[in-house]
């Protein structure tokens, strides 16, 4: 089957605006994760989803992030008022329920704040 | 914060040569899982170890855990060209929900 799509794979935007990053995760998996890396860097944790439980956001680096995920499909990371830090891939991951299984990620948003 | 470390951070091999990466970790895990990242796409899982599991084998992948030291460790045997990719460990914390945090990575270049 598919796997995990995310949209758009550009986005340039400019400073002060808002951006939507999308994610469809795989058909069935509970578990929908976002991470950001930085250029030649490790991931850095953002939030995680699972089922109808509250997210855990404790990854998050400020108010101006936030994410939704409808339907316990989609999910939407939105970024207000963009700054050139938050220039960098974000990757999307989603996996079945259970501990221990394997995450599968999209290919990633690639987000340049001019 | 990052949990996983790996050493080294980039690694120049010859084509058929072994490859060893390593990765340490700060606090007790339920499991730790190994990732492999081609340039401009997203991570694909290669293997996952339980924290009461020493050692396993996925081809020509050969995957330790010392949970005594915090460490596991990643080796290729017999390169190839198509190795050539970022690693990461990541690592299924105890105290926390089941989300992988993900070491720094270490850059392996096979060279033909």
């Known amino acids: 089957g598919a796997g995990v799509s995310q949209s758009p794979s550009n986005k340039v935007t400019e400073k002060g605006k808002d951006v939507e990053l999308r994610c469809d995760p795989i058909?069935?998996?509970?578990?929908l994760y976002w991470y950001r890396q930085s250029l030649g860097q490790g991931l850095e944790f953002l939030i995680y989803f699972q089922g109808n439980s509250a997210p855990d956001k404790s990854g998050l680096p400020s108010d101006r992030f936030s994410a939704e995920r409808t339907g316990g499909s989609v999910s939407t990371l939105t970024i207000q008022r963009t700054q050139q830090e938050d220039s960098a891939v974000y990757l999307c991951a989603s996996s079945s329920r259970d501990r221990g299984s394997p995450l599968h990620f999209g290919n990633g948003t690639r987000l340049t704040v001019t | 914060s990052q949990q996983g470390e790996e050493d080294p951070q980039a690694l120049s091999i010859q084509e058929g040569e072994n490859a060893t990466m390593n990765c340490s970790y700060k606090?007790?895990?339920?499991?730790l899982q190994w990732y492999r990242q081609n340039s401009g796409r997203g991570l694909v899982h290669l293997i996952l170890?339980?924290?009461?599991?020493r050692e396993k084998h996925s081809g020509r992948l050969r995957v330790t855990l010392d949970t005594s030291k915090k460490s596991s460790s990643l080796l290729i045997t017999a390169s190839r060209a198509a190795d050539t990719a970022s690693y990461f460990c990541a690592t299924d914390r105890l105290d926390s929900s089941y989300k992988l945090i993900f070491g720094s990575g270490t850059r392996l270049l096979v060279r033909p």
């Open positions: 606090t007790s895990i339920n499991n």
């Open positions: 058909s069935g998996h509970t578990a």
């Open positions: 170890i339980r924290s009461n599991e």
